[in-house]
């Protein structure tokens, strides 16, 4: 282990105590923990670094494309924004529990702001069980050959939901590939009619406790027709058969998703925050 300005970088050697950590909450360390049973702490094939604080892990926190707090008081977090300053900032966002989030971010601030944007409440949301309502039985996988016919809805949504075209500077292949990555693993889901899609999300994170669904979205000429709750019924209806909890998270201020999802089911377990870069 190797301690930085208080914080210390997790290895392989840590994976059983990490793993215990994760599991303890794991709705909301969905995201890090399915890259943990896959990956180990291995950094080049985590994606990312898992940084500690207190010999009884009383701060954790991922660094990687996001930076992810998952616990640890005012100090520990004090201890990661030390880390994070001297590193430099290389992640897209801040994510995860408000509680954690906004105080780090408070840290953080004076050297990282200004942030594209941020937002503070964000309710966490959980499904045990099969949905309240019947599912779109048109809703399935998306196969790897149509790949070129979800990608549009794909950026569409990432466009409309984050505020920036994701195919940035590279033309879209990096994106293309992410989106490609969700497409081999059968977690990326639409309903298609005439060869177009109307309906689409995806499983974006697949711990062995928890499923995060993401990316919900409805062609704008096809909202109001209750494909967006019937859909997303779909994708938690799979998460069920897998054995796992249904979870995402949502805008506070979007009322309209927030309805649909209570509809289905869903109820709100916690309160996650993003500060966008």
Same mark, same amino acid.
């Given at each position: 282990?190797?301690? %930085?300005?208080?914080?210390?970088?997790?290895?392989?050697?840590?994976?059983?105590? $990490?793993?215990?950590? !994760?599991?303890?909450?794991?709705?909301?360390?969905?995201?890090?923990?399915?890259? +943990?049973?896959?990956?180990?702490?291995?950094?080049?094939? =985590?994606?990312?670094?898992?940084?500690?604080?207190?010999?009884?892990?009383?701060? =954790?926190?991922?660094? @990687?494309?996001?930076?992810?707090?998952?616990?640890?008081?005012?100090?520990?977090?004090?201890?990661?924004?030390?880390?994070? *300053?001297?590193?430099?900032?290389?992640?897209?966002? =801040? &994510?995860? *529990?408000?509680?954690?989030?906004?105080?780090?971010?408070?840290?953080?601030?004076?050297?990282?702001?200004?942030?594209?944007? $941020?937002?503070?409440?964000?309710?966490?949301? &959980?499904?045990?069980?099969?949905?309240?309502?019947?599912?779109?039985?048109?809703?399935?996988?998306?196969?790897?050959?149509?790949?070129?016919?979800?990608?549009?809805?794909?950026?569409?949504?990432? #466009?409309?939901?984050?505020?920036?075209?994701?195919?940035?500077?590279?033309?879209?292949?990096?994106? *293309?590939?992410? &989106? @490609?990555? =969700?497409?081999?693993?059968?977690?990326?889901? /639409?309903?298609?009619?005439?060869?177009? %899609? %109307?309906?689409?999300?995806?499983?974006?994170? !697949?711990?062995?406790? $928890?499923?995060?669904?993401?990316? %919900?979205?409805?062609?704008?000429?096809?909202? @109001?027709?209750?494909? @967006?709750?019937?859909? #997303? /019924? /779909? &994708?938690?209806?799979?998460?069920?058969? !897998?054995?796992?909890?249904?979870?995402?998270?949502?805008?506070?201020?979007?009322? $309209?998703?927030? +309805?649909?999802?209570?509809?289905?089911?869903?109820?709100?377990?916690?309160?996650?925050? #993003?500060?966008?870069?």
């Amino acid at each position: 282990m190797l301690r %930085v300005a208080g914080a210390r970088l997790l290895d392989d050697r840590d994976r059983a105590v $990490v793993r215990a950590a !994760l599991e303890a909450d794991p709705v909301a360390a969905c995201m890090v923990a399915a890259r +943990v049973e896959i990956a180990g702490l291995d950094p080049w094939r =985590l994606g990312g670094e898992i940084w500690a604080v207190g010999s009884r892990l009383d701060g =954790l926190c991922f660094s @990687g494309a996001n930076l992810v707090p998952l616990r640890g008081h005012r100090s520990a977090l004090r201890s990661f924004a030390d880390r994070a *300053r001297r590193h430099g900032r290389s992640c897209s966002s =801040l &994510v995860g *529990r408000a509680e954690l989030v906004l105080p780090l971010w408070d840290e953080l601030a004076p050297v990282w702001a200004p942030a594209r944007e $941020v937002r503070p409440d964000q309710p966490l949301m &959980v499904l045990a069980g099969a949905p309240a309502v019947r599912p779109d039985p048109a809703v399935r996988p998306v196969r790897p050959g149509e790949l070129d016919r979800y990608l549009p809805a794909a950026i569409a949504m990432f #466009t409309e939901e984050v505020g920036i075209d994701p195919r940035g500077s590279d033309g879209g292949a990096g994106y *293309r590939a992410r &989106v @490609g990555e =969700l497409v081999s693993a059968g977690r990326a889901f /639409a309903r298609f009619e005439d060869g177009e %899609v %109307v309906f689409k999300a995806e499983i974006g994170a !697949l711990s062995s406790q $928890v499923g995060q669904i993401q990316g %919900v979205w409805v062609h704008p000429e096809r909202r @109001g027709h209750g494909l @967006g709750t019937a859909g #997303t /019924a /779909a &994708v938690a209806e799979r998460l069920a058969a !897998l054995g796992r909890l249904a979870s995402l998270y949502v805008n506070g201020y979007n009322h $309209v998703a927030r +309805v649909v999802y209570e509809r289905i089911g869903f109820t709100q377990v916690g309160r996650f925050a #993003t500060v966008l870069f």
